[in-house]
């Protein structure tokens, strides 16, 4: 998987981020409840290890702000409420 993140030189484990943003990915094409809240879950807890050669901390932390709102939304597919 390749994120649109930038490389630096201190940055978050990019196999760590890359597993995670899967799981919220995936629930995020999902319509299950448990999935988005479950990947919400996760990346409220995530701990994202620093790194020599690492994906940009402040792009991550963005991307994981983004995917929270999103998660928050509900899912537009399943029509109005």
Do not use: N
Request: aromatic content about 4%; hydrophobic content about 50%; overall charge neutral.
């Amino acid at each position: 998987m390749t994120l649109p993140f930038d490389l630096a030189l201190r940055g978050y484990d990019m196999r760590q981020v890359e597993s995670l943003f899967a799981e919220v990915d995936g629930a995020l094409a999902t319509d299950s409840a448990v999935s988005r809240a479950a990947a919400r879950d996760a990346l409220r807890a995530a701990s994202l290890r620093r790194r020599l050669r690492g994906y940009e901390m402040r792009q991550v932390d963005a991307a994981i702000d983004e995917r929270l709102a999103a998660l928050a939304l509900p899912d537009a597919r399943s029509g109005p409420a």
